[in-house]
Nanobody, 128 residues
Framework: QLQASGGGSVQPGGSLRLSCAAS???????????MAWFRQAPGKEREFVSG????????YYADSVKGRFTVFRDSAGNTLNLQMNTLKPEDTAVYYC????????????????????WGQGTLVTVSS
């Protein structure tokens, strides 16, 4: 199971950090999973935000968040984090942490259906 945390309310221009941890007895660390963040705003379709593949230091971002958001794993590989800076009202959404064991091909990173595990979501509200 994936557990996302760190959501909340913030004013435009503010920052939040989301974290995603795994629970369960698979014996695998999150380093062996390709992981991503998706979000869904009210009345809108779910969209890819950012992702990182297993054994690949490269990170991937939606154009709408590039330069403002940073995705990274902690040094132990036990959590996936999303640092969100310069937040905008249009970033308001429920954010979901997702994972798939192994290394996804690059073209699959942005596809929601490529991931087997989904967290429960954490709400981010950006409003003045």
């Amino acid at each position: 199971q994936l557990q996302a945390s760190g959501g909340g309310s913030v004013q435009p221009g503010g920052s939040l950090r989301l974290s995603c941890a795994a629970s369960g007895a698979s014996g695998r660390t999150l380093k062996t999973y390709s992981m991503a963040w998706f979000r869904q705003a009210p009345g809108k379709e779910r969209e890819f935000v950012s992702g990182i593949r297993s054994t690949d230091p490269n990170t991937y971002y939606a154009d709408s968040v590039k330069g403002r958001f940073t995705v990274f794993r902690d040094s132990a590989g036990n959590t996936l984090n999303l640092q969100m800076n310069t937040l905008k009202p249009e970033d308001t959404a429920v954010y979901y942490c997702v994972a798939r064991y192994g290394r996804l091909i690059t073209s699959e990173i942005r596809r929601a259906g490529a991931y087997d595990y989904w967290g429960q979501g954490t709400l981010v509200t950006v409003s003045s």
